[in-house]
C-alpha cells in the first residue's frame, strides 16, 4: 500500500458523511487509485454520531478494520467536537477539517492538543447560497480534496461532474447546485493554523 | 478483457447474479445481505435479466421456492444473513439431500442473541455440516469470483450439491473496493446452460423428489451426499484453474501467502485474511518470518492439503470468527488440528476466538498473535489453546 492515505469522517445521521466518503472513493478511483470507502453501522438514525472511512493507495489495499490513526480528520458538523474525541489517533502531519463558523481560539480547546494542521470551512453558508438547503456533505467532500491534493481541482470538478449526472439522473435540478457548491468550497476553506 | 470497476461486496454479488441470469430468484431481505436481492430486482424490472424474482414472505419460503425451481429443472439462487439462515434450517439439509445446486450468497452476519447486525461466523458456522459446499470470500473480487465459479461447481455431475459463497456482513460487503469484473458474454459462456439430468418437468422421466426414505436407504443416500461432497474438491480446483486460464485470478482450496518458509503462521477465512496480509508484510519487513494460510473452501474441508501446507510451521493460530460454547474451541481450529492429528503432525496449535458481534479486528490485534506464536515456537508451550482476541476483560458485567 505506497502512498496509502486514510481519512475519517465524522459527521450526524442524515448530513451525507457516508455519501461524501463514497463520492471520494469514487473520485479517486476515477484517477486510478486503489480505494476504500466503508462506513461504520452503527444504530442508525438521524442526528445520532457516525463515522465513515477512506483508504486510498497506488497500490491494492487488503486491509479491512477501521482507521484508528488517519492522515485527515473531517468533521461535518461542529457540535460534534463536543461529543466526539475526534482528533484520537490523528497524524501530526495530517489535518482536521471542521465544518465551523467558530475561530480557531473558540475551537482549540475541542482539539486536545492536536498540533497539526487546522482547515475550517463554513459549509452550511456554502450549501445555502449553492443549494438553498443544508446539505453540509458536498463542501466538505471539496474541502478534503483541496486539503489533501488527492487530484487536482480541475480534475475533480469534472470528475465530480460526471458522477453527478449519473447520481441525480432523476434531479437533474440539483446538478448545477452541488457543482456550485463544490467551486465555491474549493476556494472558501482556510487553513487555521 | 477483465473491466476495472468499484464496486461494494453486495454490488459485486448482485453484478454476478445480474450475468449468471438465473431462472429463479427468491428471497427475502435481512441486513446485511439486503442490497443482493434489492440490486436484483432493479435488474428484474428494467429487463437486465429474465430471472423470475419471487419476493417472499419468509427466509424458509425463500429457500423452499429455491428448492421446488430447482427439483423442475431451473437454476435458483438466493441471498441471506444471520437469522434470515437460521430460519431457512429445515430447508437446507432438504436442498443438499435432494442433491439441488441451488446457490446461495451468505453475508455473513451474527445469529442472535441478543440481537447483532454486524459481522461474525456464526450463521456460516451453524450449516457446516448441513451438506453444503460453503466458498469464503476475502473481499469484493473473491465474493464476485465465486459467485461466477459456483453453478459449474454446484451443478457438476460428481457433485450435484447447494452451495454458498461467504462474504463478510457490511466490513465487505457495505465497502466500495477496487474490482475487476467480467463481461457479460464471458460470464454467459463461463456458466454455461443448467441441463440438469433428472427433473420434475421433464415429461419423458416422470420422478418423485423427495419421499419417504427409512431404513432400507436413507444411510446409503446420505453416503452418497458424503461422497459428492468429498468429489467436490477435486470438481473446485478443475473450475478454479480454468477460470484462471480465462481471467488470470488464480484460485485454490486456499491460498497461501508468504507460507512457504514461514516459521509462523495464522489460519483465517474472509476479510480478517486481507489484514493478516498487511501484518505479515510488516512483520516480514522486520525479518520474522510470519505466513498465512486463508481457507477458500471450508466444505468439503481440505483437511489433508492444508495439514501438508502447515506440517513445516513452528506455531500455528487458527482464528474463529465464531465461538462454538463447546469448552474445546472454535470449528475452523477442530477441522485443522483433528487434520494435523490423524495425519501424525504435531504442530503446537492455539484458537482465538475474535470478531464477535463485528468487533473490529485490527492489525495491530493480528500483530499480537503472531508475537505469541513466536514465543510459542520457541517454548514449545501452548499454554491455553483456547484464547480470545480483542475481548474486554473487567469492564462487563
Known amino acids: 500500500m505506497e502512498n496509502l492515505i486514510e481519512i ?22 476515477n484517477t486510478g487509485k486503489f480505494i476504500q470507502g466503508f462506513p461504520e453501522y452503527g444504530p442508525e438514525r438521524m442526528g445520532a454520531p457516525i463515522t465513515a472511512y477512506n483508504r486510498i493507495s497506488d497500490t491494492p489495499i487488503t486491509i479491512h478494520s477501521n482507521i484508528y490513526e488517519p492522515d485527515y480528520v473531517i468533521v461535518v458538523d461542529d457540535t460534534l467536537l463536543k461529543a466526539v474525541n475526534v482528533t484520537a489517533g490523528l497524524k501530526l502531519t495530517g489535518a482536521i477539517i471542521i465544518n465551523t463558523t467558530k475561530n ?25 447560497e449553492a443549494l438553498g438547503k443544508y446539505f453540509p456533505n458536498t463542501p466538505m467532500l471539496a474541502a478534503i480534496v483541496k486539503v489533501s491534493g488527492i487530484m487536482s481541482d480541475e480534475e475533480f470538478l469534472k470528475d465530480m461532474e460526471g458522477s453527478f449526472k449519473h447520481k441525480f439522473a432523476k434531479k437533474p435540478e440539483v446538478i448545477d447546485g452541488n457543482m456550485k457548491a463544490i467551486s465555491l468550497a474549493l476556494q472558501a476553506v482556510k487553513k487555521v493554523r | 478483457m477483465s473491466i476495472r470497476e468499484r464496486l461494494s461486496g453486495n454490488e459485486a454479488v448482485a453484478t454476478a447474479m445480474k450475468q449468471i441470469n438465473p431462472d429463479v430468484v427468491a428471497a427475502f431481505p435481512i441486513t446485511p445481505s439486503t442490497e443482493i436481492p434489492q440490486y436484483f430486482s ?3 424490472a428494467n429487463g437486465a435479466v429474465d430471472t423470475e424474482f ?119 460487503s457495505h465497502s466500495i473496493e477496487n474490482i475487476e469484473l467480467e463481461d457479460d458474454e464471458f460470464v454467459k459462456n463461463f456458466v454455461g446452460t443448467y441441463r440438469p439430468e433428472h427433473y420434475l418437468l421433464n415429461d419423458k422421466e416422470p420422478i418423485a423428489v423427495g419421499p419417504l426414505d427409512l431404513q432400507a436407504y436413507l444411510f446409503e443416500h446420505k453416503a452418497q451426499q458424503a461422497d459428492a461432497m468429498r468429489n467436490a474438491k477435486q470438481v473446485i480446483l478443475d473450475v478454479s484453474q480454468e477460470f484462471e486460464k480465462l481471467t488470470g485470478r488464480k484460485y485454490g482450496l486456499f491460498e497461501e501467502y508468504k507460507l512457504d518458509d514461514a516459521e509462523i503462521a495464522i489460519v483465517c477465512m474472509n476479510s480478517t485474511a ?36 502447515l ?53 495491530d490485534q493480528i500483530e499480537s498473535v503472531y508475537a505469541d506464536l513466536a514465543e510459542i ?18 469492564d462487563v458485567k
Open chain 2, 54 to 172: 419471487v419476493a417472499v414472505e419468509s427466509e424458509h419460503s425463500a429457500m423452499s421456492a429455491c428448492i421446488g425451481a430447482e427439483a423442475a429443472g431451473a437454476r435458483a439462487m438466493t441471498a441471506t444473513s444471520a437469522n434470515g439462515l437460521s430460519l431457512m434450517w429445515e430447508m437446507i439439509y432438504i436442498a443438499s439431500s435432494l442433491r439441488l445446486p441451488i446457490v446461495m450468497s451468505l453475508v455473513n452476519r451474527a445469529v442472535s442473541g441478543p440481537l447483532n447486525i454486524h459481522n461474525d461466523h456464526s450463521d456460516a458456522m451453524g450449516v457446516r455440516d448441513s451438506g453444503w459446499i460453503m466458498l469464503f470470500s476475502e473481499n469484493n473480487q473473491e465474493a464476485y469470483d465465486n459467485t461466477l465459479m459456483a453453478h459449474r461447481i454446484a451443478e457438476h455431475k460428481d457433485v450435484q450439491l447447494p452451495l454458498m459463497v461467504c462474504q463478510d456482513g457490511f466490513i465487505t
Open chain 1, 104 to 128: 480557531f481560539e473558540e475551537l482549540k480547546p475541542f482539539l486536545n492538543d492536536y498540533a497539526g494542521s487546522v482547515y475550517c470551512i463554513d459549509a452550511r453558508k456554502i450549501s445555502i
Open chain 1, 8 to 29: 475519517r469522517w465524522h459527521g450526524r445521521g442524515g448530513q451525507g458523511a457516508k455519501t461524501a466518503s463514497l463520492l471520494l472513493a469514487d473520485a479517486a478511483f
Open chain 2, 377 to 394: 515456537a520457541q517454548t514449545k508451550n501452548v499454554g491455553n489453546p483456547y484464547r480470545y482476541l480483542g475481548l474486554r476483560k473487567g
Open chain 2, 311 to 363: 506440517s513445516h510451521i513452528k506455531a500455528i493460530a487458527v482464528l474463529d470468527k465464531a465461538d462454538s460454547l463447546n469448552g474445546i474451541g472454535g470449528a475452523l481450529f477442530e477441522d485443522v488440528t483433528s487434520s494435523m492429528f490423524v495425519q501424525n503432525i504435531h504442530v503446537p496449535t492455539v484458537n482465538y476466538v475474535y470478531g464477535i458481534g463485528g468487533r473490529d479486528t485490527t492489525a
Open chain 2, 274 to 309: 486481507g489484514t493478516t496480509k498487511f501484518v505479515v508484510d510488516s512483520l516480514r519487513a522486520k525479518g520474522i518470518k510470519a505466513g498465512l494460510l486463508k481457507v477458500r473452501v471450508f466444505r468439503p474441508f481440505p483437511g489433508e492439503e492444508i495439514t501438508k501446507a
Open chain 2, 42 to 44: 432493479t435488474f428484474v
